[in-house]
Structure formats: C-alpha cells, structure tokens
C-alpha cells in the first residue's frame, strides 16, 4: 500500500509581503541574531514567536567551545516559553540568520533536534505553530504548521 505526504506552504518575495502582523515579528528576529553567540560557526541565528497573548518572546542561538552544549535559537526560545509562560502557546515563530560576512538572502530551516522541539511543544500545547523562515533580506517561506517540518516526526503516543 502507498501513501503520501503533502502539504501547502507560501513563498513570498520578501517581508513587505507579509501582513504588518507578522512583519513585526520576523523583524525581531532578525533583530535577534545581534544576541546571538556565535564565535566558532559565525553564523548568527534569531528566532520571535508571538505568543497566545500577543506578546512576543525572542531566542538567539548560544554556542560553547564543547560544541555539543550550545543550544539553538529555536530551542533557546522554546525553553524560555516553556520556563515563563507554561500557560500560553505559540500561535507563530519566525526564524532568521545572518552570517559574518556573508549574504543571507535565502530562509533558513531548523535543524532536526529543532524540528523535533517544535513538534514536542505543538503536540504539548495541542495547538499548532505557523512557521516563517527568512533570511535577512529575499524571499520568505510560511509552513501552516511545525509538523510540516518533520514527516514521521516521533510525537511520544508509543510511549503511552
């Protein structure tokens, strides 16, 4: 027997393409690769998400000389979220990038242990992510959905 797995996502000539709403927030990301800490890949990663109450919480990614203790933009966030407002969920994330000395002008896409933490907080708050990845200038790409990001993502359900 075969299946399929689709989805829909939008691709949008830049970030004047997108309602002011979520202009707002990919703009703080991108205005939060300034707090990254990255002095060995040099590439400096920002994540926003709006929150069920409108505000807006950002995360930079925080490297380590033990390069398997630095922690990603994605998931600094997502743990600060989950650390200080256990009670409100993501209703969007925008991710950005800017690297030393190079041009970002295409999106960017969370690594897998991201991709997985979006989907663990998706299915932990029973609500989905929309999902916006852009560079610092150009095109930008908008998911639905977190889950779009990770087919046959491990949600936990066999463990119950």
Sequence with gaps: MQHKFEFEYEELADINSLSSHDQTLLAAAQKATQNAYAPYSNFLVGAAARLSNESIVIGANQESASFPVGVCAERALL???????????????????????????????????????????ENRYGAPIKIILSGMTGKVLVLKTASHLLPFGFDGAILK
């Design 79 to 121: 743990n600060s979220v989950g650390s200080q407002f256990p009670d409100l969920t993501i209703t969007t994330m925008a991710i950005s990038y800017q690297p030393v000395g190079k041009a970002s002008s295409e999106p960017i896409s969370p690594c897998g242990m991201c991709r997985q933490s979006l989907l663990d907080f």
